[in-house]
């Protein structure tokens, strides 16, 4: 009779106590060295039932970090209207942002076509880091045309969401003009920020919002962890 390997073992063990609530999602499972005590195993093979458990899409490594219980993807739809804290409430998550850069610079070509600005006109620059319960899930990054909404780089240290922002600076609404959806491989630093591995698959998505007289009043670039992530499309 063939013996079972330990690894796997100790891979149902933990299965197990994810079933069973011992570790919620999101959860830090102990680490190598406590389950290793455990277990009475080396760290090998303690990182051989991990690494059979990521692949199972049950656990998440983070680098520094270190192994989580997989989230559910959170539901995020790409329609004509798309709030970031509406879709997530909506999913039951809670949501919340983190300013990486906000800083005023001249438009580049690309900017200045999806904003119908001139290049080098100035542009108001946003990036942030987007989570669903605390879990980092997407990193954006939001230019404006400073002509149009002055304030609102001020306004985004006051508030955590853009539609907020965009309120305050007198457009109360705004809808998706175009959107284009792209399979990308996280650079070091998007994956620092995601908590993923270096080249692990991200999607990105580029869009124009306008006002309601169809004036751009944003192009935003989003890039999005793709395992944490159901990107859904409202016709």
């Known amino acids: 009779m063939t013996r079972r390997a330990i ?18 999602p999101g959860d830090k499972l102990p680490t190598e060295a406590e389950l290793s005590a455990r277990f009475g195993v080396n ?10 458990m990521s692949e199972k899409g049950l656990v998440l490594s983070r680098r520094g970090a270190g192994v989580f219980v997989a989230s ?11 709030r970031f804290t509406q879709n997530l409430r909506a999913a039951g ?20 076509e999806a904003l119908n600005i001139a290049p080098g ?10 989570k669903a319960d605390g879990q980092p899930i ?19 240290n006051d508030v955590s969401s853009v539609t907020d922002a965009l309120a305050r600076c007198g457009i109360s609404d705004y809808t998706r003009a175009s959107t ?20 692990a698959p991200i999607l990105r998505t580029v869009n124009i919002n306008v006002d309601p007289n169809g004036v751009p009043i944003e ?7 793709g395992d944490r992530v159901t990107l859904t499309v409202e016709l």
Request: net charge positive; hydrophobic share 40%.
């Open 7 to 24: 690894w796997k073992s100790i891979a149902d063990s933990l299965t197990t106590d994810i079933a069973g609530d011992k570790y919620a």
């Open 43 to 52: 760290r090998h093979t303690v990182r051989r039932a991990l690494q059979d």
């Open 72 to 82: 559910k993807p959170a539901d995020y739809p790409i329609g004509r209207r798309v």
């Open 93 to 112: 998550r809670s949501a919340s942002r983190e300013i990486i850069v906000l800083e005023t610079r001249g438009a580049d070509v690309r900017e200045a």
């Open 121 to 130: 006109d100035p542009v108001h620059v946003y990036e942030g880091l987007s």
């Open 138 to 156: 997407a990193l954006g990054r939001s230019v404006f045309p400073a002509a149009r909404v002055p304030d609102i780089l001020s306004v985004l």
């Open 180 to 199: 284009r959806l792209t399979a990308k491989l996280a650079t070091p630093t998007q994956a620092l920020h995601l908590r993923l591995r270096d080249n």
């Open 219 to 225: 192009y935003g670039h989003t890039w999005f962890a």
